[in-house]
């Protein structure tokens, strides 16, 4: 190497310049977390935990969820457990304004898991609900009673401002239990949850005890009995067991949670939309088949067309496996989706993909990867003002534990990453805008771990990659 004394004037120059422009492109580009978080092991909660209790009086109603029954956000599906007897299979509910209770019926439902035999889980839908209105619910009409209240989404519009609640990968340890609480404590109130898939981790006991499933179900209930948590399936919704005979994907998720996929001309409630104030939310699924002809690529190909920007503005997409992720832990796994659908997405400018499986929190830049043609070679992610921001937020806090394992160098399409639980809140504030930030479990509410300002892609489609610096 040249000793420093022997540089040339212009020498000096040109490595100054080079030093500028490296801090410039240090500047604008990724960041991997400097926040070190103490990695310890996720515990769940032990079946006699609080969270886990069982109402009190025979019969009680357990497990209450609720999500969105329709396509539009008038009818909403109300579940729930019973393990005594069947009991009613009803639900009363009235708006807050009047004295007037109806009744709307539903179904009841049991399974068997190997050895284990489920409660009576019913399932209800109500339909006609008037929008922005608060409604008290009842469950258990004949024996024990159970009170709770939801409240609609205003009618669907453009500059209806309406803030989700984003939560991943959830399970059931102590760090599970402080997302929930930190969610639920935010003083930006999520309205609505869009969960992006493996809920209950049973499956990580031995014949994937599906004990665990109930008491997950009733650690879930303190939010998701009054608010909508939209349904994506993970991989720990499969409960696919051959050994033990159980063949059947998607059992126990399937007899407890129900979605509105009829509503959106689907043929699966794996996959499916809905309209919800200014947003229109697509749910795809990472395990079932969506190659060309498949069922799934059929109805995407022509859910996209449908979406309507001048009603609902903001286009997001929910799966559970992510196409642009850079921790080593389950790296590229969503790649043959992406390789299917990503073209669509750019063509349609969703504004934000959500996804989870990988245990840790990234962003992206606004990226694609779709002119490669197997023979011309160009096959790597560029940035792309039509394509989404794809956000990793599988950091709810299940059993498994952080995926701490990053991919080096980060590569220039991951704007943020940081291996610790948390979650985030999409909050809209009218066609053009949306603020977004994602909350890390350790931090009290002053601190934001990463946020930006998102413009939407049809009505406002200018460069909105967060400038370095401005948290
Ligand atoms: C199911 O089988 C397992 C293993 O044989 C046993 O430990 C468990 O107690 C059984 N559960 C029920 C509900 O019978
Ligand atoms: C439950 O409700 C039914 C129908 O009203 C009633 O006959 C029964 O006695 C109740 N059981 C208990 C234990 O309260
Ligand atoms: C879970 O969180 C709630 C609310 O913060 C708290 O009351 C409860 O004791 C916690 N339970 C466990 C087992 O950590
Ligand atoms: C949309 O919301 C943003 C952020 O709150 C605000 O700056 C902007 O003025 C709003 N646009 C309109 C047309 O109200
Ligand atoms: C609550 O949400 C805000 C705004 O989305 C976020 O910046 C903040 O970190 C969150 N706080 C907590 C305690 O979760
Ligand atoms: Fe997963």
Redesign the pocket.
């Known amino acids: 190497m040249r000793p420093f004394q022997r540089l040339s004037f212009s020498s000096f120059l040109l490595l100054s310049l080079g030093l500028v422009l490296n801090l410039v492109f240090v500047c604008n580009g990724s960041s991997t977390s400097i926040f070190v978080r103490k990695v310890e092991k996720s515990i769940d909660m032990p079946l006699d935990s609080d969270v886990f209790r069982v109402p009190p009086g025979y019969n009680a109603p357990q497990q209450v969820h609720i999500t969105q029954g329709d396509h539009v956000g008038k009818a909403v599906i109300v579940s729930w457990v019973t393990e005594d007897e069947p009991g009613s299979d009803a639900v009363r509910y009235w708006s807050e304004n009047s004295k007037h209770k109806k009744l709307a019926k539903g179904k009841i439902e049991t399974y068997r898991y190997?050895?284990?035999?489920s409660g009576f889980i019913h399932h209800v839908t109500i339909r006609n609900l008037k929008y922005n209105t608060k409604y008290y619910y009842e469950v258990g009409l004949r024996n024990t009673t159970r009170q709770f209240w939801f409240t609609t989404p205003p009618a669907i519009g453009p500059d209806v401002p309406y803030t989700f609640g984003l939560i991943g990968d959830l399970g059931q340890t102590f760090d599970s239990n402080r997302t929930l609480s930190h969610y639920q404590s935010n003083s930006t109130k999520g309205q609505t949850v869009l969960f992006v898939g493996d809920l209950s981790y049973a499956d990580n006991y031995?014949?994937h005890?599906n004990?665990r499933w109930d008491t997950w179900g009733r650690f879930a209930e303190r939010s998701v009995a009054y608010q909508p948590w939209i349904w994506t399936v993970g991989n720990h919704e499969l409960d696919f067991a051959p050994e033990i005979g159980e063949t059947e994907p998607f059992k126990p998720f399937s007899h407890r949670y129900q979605t509105p996929y009829k509503a959106s001309q689907s043929t699966s409630p794996f996959w499916y939309s809905i309209k919800r104030a200014s947003a229109h939310i697509i749910v795809l699924a990472s395990y079932s088949a969506y190659g060309k002809y498949t069922p799934q690529y059929a109805w995407l190909e022509e859910e996209l067309p449908r979406v309507n920007r001048k009603k609902t503005p903001w286009l997001i997409v929910l799966m559970h496996s992510p196409w642009y992720n850079s921790n080593s832990y389950h790296y590229m796994e969503g790649e043959t989706m992406r390789v299917m659908f990503e073209s669509w997405f750019v063509k349609y400018k969703v504004d934000v993909v959500f996804a989870g499986h990988v245990h840790a929190y990234e962003r992206s830049e606004r990226v694609s990867n779709i002119a490669y043609n197997i023979v011309n070679g160009i096959c790597a992610p560029v940035k792309d003002l039509s394509a989404p921001v794809y956000i990793n937020i599988g950091d709810g806090g299940n059993i498994e534990g952080l995926a701490t394992k990053y991919t080096q160098p980060q590569p220039e399409y991951s704007a943020f990453r940081e291996a610790s639980f948390g979650h985030a809140i999409f909050d809209i504030k009218n066609r053009t805008h949306a603020y977004y930030s994602w909350h890390r479990n350790q931090d009290g509410d002053a601190v934001k771990s990463d946020s930006l300002w998102f413009f939407n892609r049809f009505w406002n489609p200018v460069d909105d990659s967060k400038p370095h610096g401005s948290h």
């Open positions: 190997f050895n284990y035999s031995p014949n005890d004990v």
